[in-house]
């Protein structure tokens, strides 16, 4: 394993090493007005030496990859864990960067208690507990949350969920979230809506009926977890966010990755991935409404897809081609 991913002089290179290498990203995005955030797991804060000074460095937002959802914070019914959100919420607060909370309701990550067979009334009182206890603990110190993550399946219809008990638990928990912190402002987020298509129709016709009906939601998050082949200007990209804008809501890219995966040598794969990264942050930048950019990790050796090298640093904390990409861009007028 290289020195410096554990060593204190190798740290200390690394640093030196992206101190030369331009600004970082996070002061070049404060100037363009947007956030530039990184998804977290607080556990590499302890284990690994370079992944919190580049997270402080880099990131002007943080994530919790795994540690706010509900399978995470409240394993047993009733009991909940904090410990590693808490984690996070202090690193952020430290390092000044904005927090964005993922997710409150999500049919995947649930505790297996949730599997269980819950009546109506049950059920409601389930939901309303988890948010209130979650949203209300970090009441002020969240700014951003995920308040239902990806109801819409890939054949955009609704997916079943432990939830369905309650068929109006999508705006319920908009309702609830907005009751516990009226700061917060409260997102939608799914992924393989990023250009025009059935998927994104969907959802488009979810929230523009929730908005209609008063259910308090600010914003929609765009994942964005990508391949090589995706063109976001075939997929037409820069035009599905903006209908999304048109119904008032603020757009985030919540959960970006480009898996390097695909034809050609590896040096053009990157410079392909860099692109991919640039492109998508010109739609953000061009687009009045959005406002954060978010990559799901930090480096390649912790990524959910680790296997496919997606990230901007890589599994040496290394600046890929991508890390310049977006330097670039943001520093474009
Ligand atoms: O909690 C256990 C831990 O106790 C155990 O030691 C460890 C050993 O493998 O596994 C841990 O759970 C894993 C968890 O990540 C935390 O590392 C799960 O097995 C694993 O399935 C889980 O994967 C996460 C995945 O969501 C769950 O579906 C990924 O890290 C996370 O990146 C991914 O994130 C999702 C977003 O929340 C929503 N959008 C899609 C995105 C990618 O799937």
């Avoid at 917060?184 to 990023?194: M, Q, R, S, T, W």
């Avoid at 912790?302 to 990230?311: F, G, I, T």
């Amino acid at each position: 394993m290289p020195l410096w991913r554990y060593g204190v002089l190798g740290l200390c290179a690394l640093m030196m090493a992206l101190a030369q290498s331009g600004p970082p990203l996070r002061e070049l995005a404060e100037r363009r007005g947007i956030l530039v955030g990184a998804a977290v797991e607080p556990s590499l804060l302890l284990q690994e030496a370079a992944y919190g000074p580049v997270l402080a460095r880099e990131f002007n937002l943080v994530v919790a990859e795994n540690v706010m959802k509900w399978g995470a914070l409240q394993t047993s019914r009733g009991q909940f864990n904090f410990a590693a959100a808490d984690l996070l919420v202090n690193f952020a607060q430290k390092h000044k960067q904005v927090i964005r909370g993922h997710t409150l309701v999500w049919h995947q990550q649930l505790p297996r208690w949730m599997y269980g067979s819950f009546s109506r009334s049950e059920m409601e009182a389930i939901l309303s507990q988890h948010i209130r206890t979650v949203v209300g603990r970090y009441k002020g110190q969240i700014a951003y949350w995920d308040v239902v993550n990806e109801a819409i399946g890939d054949d955009a219809r609704l997916r079943a969920t432990p939830f369905d008990v309650l068929p109006d638990y999508i705006e319920r928990a908009f309702r609830l979230a907005r009751e516990a912190d009226p700061k917060a402002k409260l997102f939608y987020n799914d992924y393989g809506a990023e250009g025009l298509g059935p998927k994104s129709d969907a959802i488009y016709s979810l929230l523009k009926s929730l908005k209609e009906k008063g259910v308090p939601i600010d914003g929609i998050g765009f994942q964005a977890h990508l391949d090589l082949g995706f063109s976001p200007q075939q997929a037409r990209m820069a035009e599905n966010l903006e209908r999304f804008a048109r119904l008032g809501l603020e757009i985030h890219i919540t959960e970006m990755d480009v898996r390097l995966t695909g034809p050609g040598t590896k040096a053009e794969r990157l410079q392909a991935q860099a692109r991919l990264y640039q492109e998508i942050l010109q739609i953000c930048l061009r687009q009045p409404r959005c406002k954060v950019f978010t990559l799901w990790g930090v480096s390649d050796a912790h990524s959910w897809r680790a296997a496919s090298e997606p990230l901007i640093f890589d599994v040496d904390y290394q600046p890929k081609p991508a890390y310049f990409a977006l330097q670039r861009t943001l520093q474009q007028p």
